[in-house]
């Protein structure tokens, strides 16, 4: 089992940046996973943003060039740095981890709420 603990949600106004953190409570050996997904009131939740081992970063075309996913392996550990935020990014942000060893498996963190607004 692994748990995920995402850190860094708040309010910002339009134009703002806020950092999101997550920690994976042990490491995860072999080819994996990570992302960020968010899910706004009344829609579906979608993928923000994923960064495999070994692997580029992929993006959603509504953040590319404002969000940067990253990765620290030794701390197991993503980041997404978001920037010029707008209200359209308000949401939850939910941590996604990824991988297969034998079985799939796929692990969530609790969700951190992120609200652009002035």
């Known amino acids: 089992q692994v748990q995920l603990v995402e850190s860094g949600g708040g309010l910002v106004q339009p134009g703002g940046s806020l950092r999101l953190s997550c920690t994976a409570s042990r490491n995860i050996f072999g080819i994996n996973t990570m992302a960020w997904y968010r899910q706004a009131p009344g829609s579906q939740r979608e993928l923000v943003a994923a960064m495999s081992n070994p692997g580029r970063p992929i993006y959603a075309d509504s953040v590319k060039g404002r969000f940067t996913i990253s990765r620290d392996f030794a701390k197991n550990t993503v980041h997404l740095q978001m920037s010029s935020l707008e209200p359209e990014d308000t949401a939850v942000y939910y941590c996604?981890?990824?991988?297969?060893?034998?079985?799939?498996?796929?692990?969530w963190g609790q969700g951190t709420q992120v609200t652009v607004s002035s």
């Open positions: 996604n981890l990824k991988y297969s060893l034998g079985s799939e498996y796929d692990y």
